[in-house]
């Protein structure tokens, strides 16, 4: 196990645990949606999330390219990586419209 302590150059460190992709229907779309479930090894909270969205981008040549950017998707914090992907995720489906 890493030890914050040993780089302290570093002022947080958190170690992505668990990543899960998705695609979800947001605003008549089909999103892909990226969730990271981070550990930060000196923080009470054991576990929180880091969400993503691609979206595509034009570039000068007017080539489309996909990145991820930060998605607003609020903060979930728990003592398991599923347990706040299971948050996540159902904060995630009040945006979405039932199937």
């Known amino acids: 196990m890493l030890v914050p302590l040993d780089y302290p150059f570093c002022s947080e460190m958190y170690i992505v645990e668990k990543t899960i992709h998705i695609v979800a229907r947001i605003a008549g779309h089909d999103r892909h949606i990226r969730i990271e479930a981070l550990h930060n090894p000196t923080s009470a909270t054991a576990y929180s999330t880091r969400s993503y969205i691609k979206v ?44």
């Not at 981008?57 to 299971?86: C, K």
């Not at 995630?92 to 199937?99: H, I, N, Q, V």
């Open 56 to 99: 595509r981008i034009t570039n000068d040549r007017g080539e489309q390219t996909g990145t991820w950017v930060d998605y607003d998707l609020p903060l979930a914090s728990g003592s398991t990586a599923d347990e706040v992907l299971t948050k996540a995720l159902w904060i995630l489906g009040k945006r979405c419209p039932e199937k």
